[in-house]
């Protein structure tokens, strides 16, 4: 699969679409539910965070990252009803900020300098992940597009992943497989880190999952007990991989 198949417009509809399923997901599970995803928060303390994150990004877009420590401080609101107007209000602003973004052109980015299109994928993919937290404070995850998770699971793997750097040493290789939509990766281990490409292999131990189940492992909303119990595969040393996620604690 090439990722770059995926455009802003994609993403701005994915990210318009889980504001809208994420902060409903937190209103049936209710607001004072633990986040079992996300220790010692409830998920009010979720939708609070997440409204705080929109809010910084649109900031730090807005003002090119000139003062990282510039953005508004956002008040708790005091009720659950304040709460999710707030919510909705935020989400709203940056949504039409970002539809005035191209793809092309250059935006700040916490990796050093990326085009819309990346602050789009950022946003899409923080409230996939965060639904399903809102979700699973309730019960069971929902269904969620194949292709965008396995674009998700690829931005966790080649975005966040070689941001660990020396801190990250495998104790082996790792294949993720998609088996519902296109998606391979290889991780190896270098002296630099952690080397992450989009190919088919051999690693010493393989998870093989549908794309919604690996984006939720990888990003340790999942164990993989709990994969492999809902039908993924994992072929060879099981002991490499659980290495691998108990250091990718992002």
Not at 6 to 19: H, I, R
Not at 127 to 143: C, I, T
Not at 189 to 210: M, N, S, W, Y
Not at 218 to 235: K, L, N, P, Q, T
């Amino acid at each position: 699969m090439s990722y770059e198949q995926l455009t802003g417009a994609e993403y701005l509809a994915t990210f318009v679409e889980e504001n809208a399923r994420f902060i409903s997901a937190a209103q049936v599970s209710g607001f004072a539910a633990p986040v079992a995803s996300c220790p010692g928060w409830n998920v009010g303390d979720l939708v609070f965070h997440v409204g705080k994150v929109q809010r910084w990004f649109h900031y730090m877009l807005e003002t090119n990252g000139a003062d990282p420590k510039g953005s508004p401080r956002a008040a708790k609101p005091e009720t659950d009803a304040n709460m999710v107007e707030w919510f909705r209000e935020g989400a709203e602003v940056i949504a039409n900020y970002l539809a005035g973004v191209s793809d092309t052109e250059p935006v700040w980015s916490f990796t050093g300098g990326d085009a819309g299109r990346w602050a789009k994928r950022r946003q899409a993919q923080e409230l996939l992940v965060h639904r399903f937290d809102a979700e699973l404070a309730g019960g069971v995850v929902s269904a969620a597009d194949a292709t965008m998770c396995a674009d998700g699971v690829d931005e966790l793997l080649t975005i966040f992943v070689p941001r660990l750097k020396e801190k990250a040493q495998l104790t082996g290789t790792i294949h993720f497989h998609c088996t519902d939509t296109d998606g391979e990766w290889m991780l190896t281990p270098q002296a630099t880190g952690i080397e992450v490409t989009r190919e088919h292999g051999k690693g010493d131990v393989a998870l093989r999952a549908p794309a919604h189940m690996l984006l939720q492992v990888v990003w340790r909303r999942m164990s993989v007990d709990e994969a492999i119990a809902s039908g993924a595969e994992v072929f060879g040393n099981r002991s490499v991989l659980d290495a691998f996620i108990n250091l990718s604690q992002f």
